[in-house]
């Protein structure tokens, strides 16, 4: 109950669903040359704008990210952090950028438990507001080395931060969402002086299509645009960001920030339905989940059932969520810091013995998918080592593709700023105390605990699918807890069933995580696969609220060019791609 509360509390504040847009809006655009997809159409166009001036997928990837920081900061931004994942073309290689925040050097793995007098609100809040929320901030250093280790040369720094710029100093019109977000968190937010600004006077909140700017904000990216990453990590951006967390109680040092390096990583791959998908790999449960899903749906659908959406279909996908989920609490952690059983998650043998507790008419409990390793991994640190989110995906001339996932946790971050940048509050994705949720309802697991410099569990799940050498769709989604299944969901609609961008966006999804035992399902759904799943005995819970996937699918002509680059922006968000 206590998880169920919280994951709903947080999924109204996170990702509106503005179902009624669905029917008119596909939120599709098709492009011949290149294209992006982000949920906010001024983003887009920022990216759109590099590409037109010569740079690659990598230079628009930052801009797009830079912009998504000025006009969405309740969901991404310089003081957050994420995941960007790339496929060069040119020598068909893949690339993965980690600049998740990590926890200060004086974080314990008691910080966020219970403490005397505690009630279990002001325990939660403790990782949600304020200082000790706040984790180092990644994305200067991730913007930083997508423009310097994947960008093209072709654009300088201060043509890629131009669009974001000019954006926070000329101002841009507020959408529903900030109404939603601002009349929810109203009086905390309205303290500090970014935030404080966009009220109107004598408004307790910020109305939808009013005009804001973030001047503060102008003059950080121009540092930005100036010397890269380095004032974020060692000047006047540092100072400030240092300054305003202490003021907010929290514990963050001008060494933790100097300390901050991005972290490449190796993608997780996987063949599955005769594709190969490329995802994100630990601090991210993302990838590893995905894959486990597929590999149990490849089990169970046998061909004939795996051309249309059906009840089967959806009562695999959320009996093949549950094992998954499970073991994220149990075995996932930063790789850095504790052992992270993937290899051993993602084995054959390991699927086909949790394939046979499916039951093609049943719902099986949660449990009867826990499938413990035969040896558990080693908890402790190794020696010497220690939705408010956006998804985006651009799609070059060259043939490079970015997915990129960026946060600040939950709408508005800590909710205060530094140097105009919403400060994060992503220490609420560690586990407050092992066994507690966190407040997208996903129970706290031990390699999860906060240490020093260590990267929180994630559920971001940038993906690009490949056909033999081809890449064909690049997704990746907001919305917490529901990051994965609905990105998942999205692939498989158009692989599976052959989907355009548009139609794959517009299906209604389900959604099931283990804990709690029901499965959601979006406002919309075919009522013949409602009752379906609820015959097989699903606890059906209704949501008008869901995650928000952004997508682009490329189709190919017989020649091998692209013919088509199909970008979808959520519906559910309003955003909208460009391209070309
Ligand atoms: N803060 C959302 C996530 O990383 O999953």
Known sequence: MRSRLSLTVALALLVPVLVAQQAEDTGEAVFAQYAVASDHELASQAGAEVLAAGGNAADAAAATMLALGVVGPASSGLGGGGFALYYRASDHSMHYIDFREEAPGAATAEMFARREGDDEQTAANRSRAGGLAVGVPGEPAGVEALIEQLGSGRVTRSQIVAPAMRRAREGWDTTPLWERFSRWLGESLRADPVFGRWFPRGSAFIPSGHHVDNPALARTLGEFAAHGAEPFYRGRVAREIVRQVRAHGGVMTAEDLAAYRVAVREPLVAEHFGR??????????????????LGLLERWLPPSLRAEDSVYFRHALVESWKGPYTDRHLYLGDPDHVDVPTAALLRGERADQRARVFHPMLAQPTSRYDLPLDTPPRRAARPGGDAGTSHFCVADAEGNVAAVTTTVNLPFGARFTAAGLVLNDQMDDFAREVGQPNAFGLVGGAPNLPGPSRRPLSSMSPTIVFEGDR??????????????????????????????????????????????????????????????????????????????????????????????????????????????
């Open 471 to 580: 890449p064909i769709l690049c997704a990746g989604a907001a919305g917490g807890s529901r990051i994965i299944t609905a990105t998942e969901q999205v692939l498989l609609f158009s692989v599976l069933f052959g989907d355009t961008a548009g139609e794959a966006l517009a299906r209604r999804r389900v959604h099931h995580q283990g804990d709690p035992a029901t499965t959601s399902y979006e406002e919309g759904m075919d009522e013949a696969l409602v009752d379906g799943l609820r015959r097989r005995g699903h606890d059906m819970q209704s949501l008008d609220h869901s995650a928000v996937v952004q997508v682009i699918r490329l189709v190919y002509g017989e020649d091998g060019a692209v013919t088509q680059i199909q970008a979808g922006s959520d519906p559910r968000k309003g955003g909208r791609p460009a391209g070309h």
């Open 276 to 293: 190969r998908w490329v995802t994100a790999p630990p601090p991210s449960a993302g990838g590893v989940t995905l894959l486990a899903s």
